[in-house]
């Protein structure tokens, strides 16, 4: 981990734990950010109450991100959540205050690890980031998962014109909406250029020349 913060050129704080949760990403964007272009490479998906945080490397996002962060991290964390709410629950009665706390606390993680599970596969499917789309627009799509709110913010306005039309060259907008961007690619050549898809363009057809006579003048 030190060499990750060493590399953003972030200071190494004695409670990294606490450091991390609360202020790291806030000083990775801004350390990353330059005019309008935010471009932080660490991100933060992260439970609603920001309990548990799983972070990926920008650079190595692949299609396939998702499905190995649940299968590695989520799951594993959900099932030894739930064998510890199982256990304290066999106890019914016999549990103290404490561990009624610790129950509540476990069913509540529980339920958000759920949530997280479930909202990363329904977006797996079709998700096939690409970096030539920029980190904003890559990140766009996972707008529900960040908890700092600016950030969830701009990436939920960048998903809107993803879903408007907007980013129409973008590798994502073809992966989410194929037949909408060909569509548009048989009239917009250079949209066709960027997908690689000039076959589908069609040259409109040519205006007739205008007459290039003298136009009469008012008879004298």
Known sequence: MEAVLTRVQAPVPADLRRWLQREF????????????????????????????????????????????????????????????????????????????????????????????RDTMLRIAPDYHPNHDDGVQITAAPLWPLFRHKPWQKLLKDTWAKLENGDYDWAHLAMAYWPDEVREKCKTDKSLAIAHDLEQLYIEPPAKPAKPRGRKKGAAA
């Open 25 to 116: 990403f806030p000083f990775h964007l801004q350390r990353y950010s330059k005019s309008r272009r935010k471009a932080p490479i660490y991100w933060p998906l992260a439970t609603s109450s920001g309990s548990y945080t799983l972070w990926l490397y920008y650079p190595s996002l692949t299609s396939q991100t998702l499905y190995t962060a649940v299968n590695d991290f989520v799951e594993p964390k959900l099932k030894q959540v739930t064998q510890q709410a199982t256990t304290l629950r066999t106890k019914a009665s016999a549990r103290t205050r404490d561990e009624d706390r610790t129950l509540e606390t476990l069913l509540t993680l529980e339920a958000e690890l759920i949530e997280l």
